[in-house]
Each structure stands twice: as structure tokens, then as C-alpha cells.
């Protein structure tokens, strides 16, 4: 079965404490794994969209890489302002070619503190 | 402002009542998903449109939800005779560039 798995399910931080925040994924055929934040109240805000295995997209203190089975988002001397719940999601497979949908994680809840 | 535009923002509804949310995307897309999201857990897929035909729908839309884009821009989602299970933020999203453009989103609470 298709699934994203999500780890630590909570991080706290300290401001300027630099940490990972992991995605595992078991999908047949990766067609792009999406990285979203998302405030409390609102919806997901676009991150990133990583394809191939080794690629690395950077916006202010966040870095993303992926590898074949997993996908990290590096956060690098984080603020408060980052503190929001992080949401990785991979392409369903089965119905990409037919418009794609997304098979989303639970998300890692992280809070910095000044 | 996200490009999705959902309304109204909150919606607090009596068990057994019907509620219908409405998705405006800004600019003309031609892929649209309804996602739900309970406390705690990422987005589940509900349906998509690729303009006004509705492709896919996941076993989570009983048959108490209905879904429509009637002229291939805006859509509504009801749901009829709620539960409290139907509690839960209800989300639309459009296709964009490398990325998916979700709105803010419905928060339905059935008392």
C-alpha cells in the first residue's frame, strides 16, 4: 500500500537550534514528493516539489533533499515564524496520469521558541 | 490571498442538517480537489474535477456527499443529513505550476 510516514510527530526547538525533519515514503514509481506548511486555521502553503533522488531545492532556512525512500527538510538556525506544521506528500501512482492526487503524511508539528 | 478562494470559512451546523461549501479558484484551472482534514493529520483526497467532470472520487465520499463544477471554474460540495464524524476542515486545491495551490479552507463543526 502506497504511504507517507512522518517522524517526530513534534519538535521543539530552540531559536537558532538547527534540525531535520523526516518523510518516509513507500510509493511504486515516485512522481514528485511535495513539502507544505501549514499555520494553524489555514491551508497548506506550497514548499517544494523534489522528483529524482539527490535533488535539493533551498528557500531561506529550509532545505529539502530526497533520496530513494525518504525525504528530509533541513531547517537551518530556525525562528519562531517557523514554528507551523510541516506536511510532506508523495503523487498517488495509480491515478497520476489520469490528473494525480496527493497521499499526504501526518505532518511534524514544530514549535520554536525565542 | 492563495489563488483558492473558500467560503464561507466557518460553518457550525446541527447533526442531521445539510451544509454546501463553495470553492472559487482566482484564475481559470482545469484541475480541482476537495480534500478533508481532521485534527492532527495531513489532507485526505476526496474527489477532482478536470474541468466540469468529476474523474476520481475516494471511498471516504459516502453518498451522503455530492460534488459539482458546473461550468469548469467554481465548485460546491455538499453533504447531507451531517454527522459528527463530518467534522473536519474541508480543503480545495488546483494544480499549479510544479505544485499544488490549496485554499484556507472550510472548518465544519456538527453539534
Known amino acids: 500500500e502506497d504511504q507517507v510516514t512522518q517522524s517526530p510527530e513534534a519538535l521543539r526547538l530552540q531559536e537558532g537550534e538547527s534540525s531535520s525533519l523526516n518523510c518516509s515514503y513507500t510509493v511504486s514509481g515516485l512522481r514528485g514528493l511535495f513539502w507544505y506548511r501549514q499555520d494553524p486555521g489555514k491551508g497548506p502553503e506550497f514548499l517544494f516539489t523534489?522528483?529524482?533522488a539527490g535533488e535539493e531545492k533551498e528557500k531561506e532556512r529550509l532545505k529539502a533533499t530526497l533520496t530513494k525512500k525518504e525525504s528530509f527538510l533541513h531547517i537551518t538556525a530556525p525562528k519562531p515564524e517557523d514554528s507551523a506544521t510541516y506536511l510532506c506528500a508523495v503523487h498517488d501512482p495509480m491515478i497520476y496520469n489520469q490528473g494525480g492526487k496527493l497521499i499526504f503524511g501526518q505532518g511534524t508539528e514544530l514549535s520554536v521558541k525565542p | 490571498d492563495t489563488g483558492v478562494s473558500q467560503d464561507p470559512r466557518h460553518k457550525i451546523t446541527k447533526r442531521g442538517q445539510n451544509v454546501t461549501f463553495r470553492c472559487d479558484p482566482i484564475?481559470?484551472?482545469?484541475?480541482l480537489y476537495w480534500y478533508r482534514q481532521t485534527l492532527g493529520q495531513g489532507p485526505e483526497f476526496l474527489t477532482y474535477f478536470q474541468n466540469e467532470a468529476q474523474l476520481e472520487k475516494s471511498r471516504l465520499l459516502s453518498d451522503r456527499f455530492s460534488a459539482e463544477r458546473p461550468k469548469g471554474s467554481f465548485s460546491t460540495l455538499e453533504i447531507q443529513r451531517t454527522e459528527q464524524g463530518d467534522s473536519a476542515m474541508y480543503l480545495c486545491?488546483?494544480?499549479?505550476?510544479?505544485?499544488?495551490?490549496f485554499g484556507s479552507g472550510t472548518r465544519l463543526t456538527v453539534v
Open positions: 523534489l522528483y529524482s
Open positions: 484564475s481559470e484551472h482545469n484541475r
Open positions: 486545491a488546483t494544480r499549479t505550476g510544479n505544485g499544488y495551490t
